[in-house]
């Protein structure tokens, strides 16, 4: 059921290094514009190589070519989108990828930016592809990231799942899931997660009189803060679940999504305990490695 309340997903800014990773994540984004009526832009960085080796310099014709291969590239990948029905354009930019897929997000201003957890120069070992990481850190957009495993379930977005910890900076996840579900014909599903950790000093030894109670008194304040959130969503006639786990809460929502069928997961990249500094807390982070299906990021803006 449309909402025309919500803001409309026109334009999602596809970042591409023609991996296998970016393919999954330009499939996903073509299933959101196919609901939304969107158009992609694709947008593949070039960064130049420096000499080959110390004692050969690079031929004096190699970054012309790089640019006329990469271009070359980047069209097939604009047909190949252009088939599926789907208005795209392109564009290649020189420099760092991230910094030149963040340049291009302030220019063009998209509602959505896809891009996958790691390329060509990925490393397994690492939480995050350091370019995706920048990417969220500093893109003025919500961001989905991608994993190479996502690369053949790519769906209609029905089912989000929301963690939150009920602070400022969890707040536009929820109204960026609104605005993707709010492109589907038929009613979806938000599903909004409180995770809660009981502190370190009631676990280890052993029960006390005090930790049930604890127990009971944060889950049951816990529902009633995501009854307070699902109702006014209910009331404009979204089906809205709710629930209130106690647990590690990276732990909790990745079991979550896995267990209620999540097409995505919408969640802030700080809440509480994070600190702007870094790239991401560390329960996004965590999250985005780790979930069994694609990651909405959303950064709220500070003045």
């Not at 089912?159 to 993707?180: C, G, Y």
């Not at 529902?223 to 209130?244: F, I, M, N």
Request: aromatic share 4%.
């Amino acid at each position: 059921m449309r909402d025309a309340t919500r803001n409309p997903v026109d334009e999602i800014l596809v970042a591409t290094d023609f991996s296998d990773t970016a393919a999954a994540g330009l499939a996903w984004a073509l299933e959101i514009a196919g609901d939304h009526g969107a158009k992609i832009h694709l947008v593949h960085a070039l960064l130049l190589p420096n000499a080959m080796t110390d004692y050969l310099p690079s031929p004096p014709d190699l970054t012309k070519e790089l640019g006329l291969a990469a271009n070359r590239r980047l069209e097939q990948t604009l047909s190949e989108v252009r088939d599926a029905g789907i208005e795209a354009t392109g564009e290649v930019r020189l420099g760092l990828p991230s910094e030149a897929i963040v340049e291009a997000t302030r220019e063009s201003r998209p509602d959505l930016v896809v891009v996958g957890t790691r390329g060509l120069s990925g490393l397994e070992h690492l939480l995050l592809g350091s370019t995706a990481a920048r990417i969220v850190q500093h893109a003025p957009a919500p961001v989905l990231t991608v994993h190479p495993g996502d690369s053949e379930q790519h769906r209609r977005i029905r089912t989000i799942l929301v963690p939150t910890d009920f602070s400022a900076d969890a707040e536009p996840a929820i109204e960026a899931a609104l605005d993707l579900l709010a492109g589907v014909e038929e009613p979806g599903r938000l599903i909004l997660l409180h995770a809660y950790h009981l502190p370190y000093e009631y676990t280890v030894y052993g029960t006390i009189p005090t930790s049930f109670d604890f127990r009971q008194d944060a889950g049951s304040a816990a529902e009633t803060r995501l009854q307070e959130l699902a109702e006014p969503l209910r009331s404009q006639g979204l089906a809205v679940d709710t629930l209130t786990c106690e647990g590690y809460p990276p732990e909790v929502i990745v079991a979550e999504a896995e267990a209620q069928g999540a097409d995505l997961v919408s969640m802030g990249t700080h809440g509480r305990s994070g600190l702007a500094h870094l790239v991401m807390g560390s329960t996004a982070e965590r999250v985005v490695k780790h979930a069994p299906c694609p990651v909405l990021t959303v950064r709220r803006q500070r003045g």
